[in-house]
T-cell receptor
Framework: EPEVTQTPSHQVTQMGQEVILRCVPI?????FYWYRQILGQKVEFLVS????????KSEIFDDQFSVERPDGSNFTLKIRSTKLEDSAMYFC???????????????FGEGSRLTVL | AQSVTQLGSHVSVSEGALVLLRCNYS??????LFWYVQYPNQGLQLLLK??????LVKGINGFEAEFKKSETSFHLTKPSAHMSDAAEYFC???????????FGDGTTLTVKP
């Protein structure tokens, strides 16, 4: 069964360092997302990406965040200068949208746990 | 705008008892509604979804949910809890074609032997 894969599963970094989280969405999906979940808290939307551009972003997704689909298969989230409060589980998700009778549900990866020291 | 409220951050039931996890939503357009389950240290797995049509939807692991437009609710139920059902459950709403899903705060389900 196709699945969304994320790497790394866990990354520890020093405050101020740049981090890149990688995702390989399901191959025929057209919509891509990043969510984050701070430990013990709700799942928060960060950004959605369609047709090689950001379609929507939340207030959390400020200038230190960026997303890219560099090669047609990977979908990356870059945090330019990490802060302590960026420590969270980051989930990538993808969707086909509603084309072809699909119902638009999100398929999530296993997550990348980011720890900022 | 869309939002989700999950009533009860923690629910505890005995094995074999009915599971009821509550979800109310707000959406300016007809919603798409989802329940996801998250086991410890794992990602989110879709349990079931409502888009259009039949308001009672069945999902995996014996769970089902009923969409009640008049009550703006989408409560999740399972007739008989199993120990393996212990997990975090998230209700989510999406209002647009593959637009973002907005999640509730989650409900932790504990199943006692």
């Amino acid at each position: 069964e196709p699945e969304v894969t994320q790497t790394p599963s866990h990354q520890v970094t020093q405050m101020g360092q740049e981090v890149i989280l990688r995702c390989v969405p399901i191959s025929n999906h057209l919509y891509f997302y990043w969510y984050r979940q701070i430990l013990g808290q709700k799942v928060e939307f960060l950004v959605s990406f369609y047709n090689n551009e950001i379609s929507e972003k939340s207030e959390i997704f400020d200038d230190q965040f960026s997303v890219e689909r560099p090669d047609g298969s990977n979908f990356t989230l870059k945090i330019r200068s990490t802060k302590l409060e960026d420590s969270a589980m980051y989930f990538c998700a993808s969707s086909t949208g509603l084309a072809g009778g699909s119902t638009g549900e999100l398929f999530f990866g296993e997550g990348s746990r980011l720890t900022v020291l | 705008a869309q939002s989700v409220t999950q009533l009860g951050s923690h629910v505890s039931v005995s094995e074999g008892a009915l599971v009821l996890l509550r979800c109310n939503y707000s959406s300016s357009v007809p919603p798409y509604l989802f329940w996801y389950v998250q086991y410890p240290n794992q990602g989110l797995q879709l349990l079931l979804k409502y888009t259009t049509g039949a308001t009672l939807v069945k999902g995996i692991n014996g769970f089902e949910a009923e969409f009640k437009k008049s009550e703006t609710s989408f409560h999740l139920t399972k007739p008989s809890a199993h120990m393996s059902d212990a997990a975090e459950y998230f209700c989510a709403v999406s209002s647009t074609n593959a637009g973002k899903s907005t999640f509730g705060d989650g409900t932790t389900l504990t199943v006692k032997p």
